[in-house]
């Protein structure tokens, strides 16, 4: 089955400069790739998502990269505000079971 | 106007009670989930169903009893409660299945002492 690996857990920034999350996964039939960000005490929120067949999009600050052949994909977050302090997750499914597998989440820290 | 709520927030019960948390979505959507949140944060899909129907049991104890009773609803139900069941049980929607675009409620956190 699928399995997500994401890097790194904890990643503290100065407000003002980029922040930048990794993930790999093991399905090449994976298709389907969510990014999820968790504030204290709420539930994880869809904050951008990318298919297999599109290699990078941009939502104003956040921007996603996929690498099909390496099997990885990334969050980029620019110019980043105390606000973007959260957990953010990422994912993949293949779209067959609905089934979507999590990896483990980064903690993100920005200091004002 | 909450788009997935589910009842209770907060739950602390006694070893080998049976409890339930419910779910409600006013998307309209087809699809539900039950998530399962560890203490280290690992989010692990349990169930899934599309219209009523289960599309996904994920290995999940039979102790854990989803019960849709329309597409808006899904609940879950656990009987004999263990101390690891403790965790952040989270309900969730999406308008098609495949995982994609999912809708999270804001969770209920089960204590079992």
């Known amino acids: 089955g699928e399995n997500v690996e994401q890097h790194p857990s904890t990643l503290s920034v100065q407000e003002g400069d980029s922040a930048v999350i990794k993930c790999t996964y093991s399905?090449?039939?994976?298709?389907?790739f969510p990014w999820y960000k968790q504030e204290l005490g709420k539930g994880p929120q869809l904050i951008i998502d990318i298919r297999s067949n599109v290699g990078e999009k941009k939502d104003q600050r956040i921007a996603v990269t996929l690498n099909k052949t390496a099997k990885h994909f990334s969050l980029h977050i620019t110019e980043t505000q105390p606000e973007d302090s959260a957990v953010y997750f990422c994912?993949?499914?293949?779209?067959?079971?609905?089934?979507?597998?999590f990896g483990q989440g980064t903690e993100l820290s920005v200091k004002p | 106007d909450t788009a997935v709520s589910q009842t209770p927030k907060y739950l602390v019960t006694q070893m080998g009670n049976d409890k339930s948390i419910k779910c409600e979505q006013n998307?309209?959507?087809?699809?539900m989930y039950w998530y399962k949140q560890d203490s280290k944060k690992f989010l692990k899909i349990m169930f899934s169903y599309n219209n009523k129907e289960l599309i996904i049991n994920e290995t999940v104890p039979n102790r854990f009893s989803p019960k849709s009773p329309d597409k808006a609803h899904l609940n879950l139900h656990i009987n004999s409660l263990e101390l690891g069941d403790s965790a952040v049980y989270f309900c969730?929607?999406?308008?098609?299945?495949?995982?994609?675009?999912?809708?999270f409620g804001s969770g209920t956190q089960l204590s079992v002492l």
């Open positions: 998307l309209g959507h087809d699809t």
């Open positions: 994912a993949a499914s293949d779209n067959q079971g609905g089934k979507l597998i």
């Open positions: 399905d090449s039939a994976s298709n389907y």
């Open positions: 969730a929607s999406s308008p098609a299945g495949g995982g994609e675009k999912l809708f």
